[in-house]
């Protein structure tokens, strides 16, 4: 099994800046790609932000120029730094880790949550 643990939510005012951090561990033989998703109250989970084995970065158009992903391979960590935060941006954020666990079996992971609320 693979765990995340992730930290760094909360209560920002608008145009504010928050880190969010995910650290996996547990049975991991090779992360392909690990990354952010949010999900608004009554809505769908949707990608925030993702970064692969490689360093290919994908972000939603919401969050370009404002987000930015990074990852330490080493320690398996996984950050979303988001600065100019919007009323908008509420939600509760996952960090997920797509990963192998042997040479051939992979799976989707993901962290509990993290609420993170931007209001006045």
């Known amino acids: 099994q693979v765990q995340l643990v992730e930290s760094g939510g909360g209560l920002v005012q608008p145009g504010g800046s928050l880190t969010l951090s995910c650290a996996a561990s547990?049975?991991?033989?090779?992360?392909?790609?690990m990354g952010w998703y949010l999900q608004a109250p009554g809505k769908q989970r949707e990608l925030v932000a993702t970064?692969?084995?490689?360093?290919?970065?994908n972000y939603a158009d919401s969050v370009k120029g404002r987000f930015a992903i990074s990852r330490d391979n080493a320690k398996n960590t996984v950050s979303l730094q988001m600065r100019s935060l919007k009323p908008e941006d509420t939600a509760v954020y996952y960090c997920n880790v797509r990963a192998y666990s042997d040479y051939k079996n992979w799976d989707d992971y993901w962290g509990q949550g993290t609420q993170v609320t931007v209001s006045s």
């Open positions: 970064i692969n084995a490689g360093g290919g970065i």
């Open positions: 547990g049975n991991i033989f090779r992360i392909i790609a």
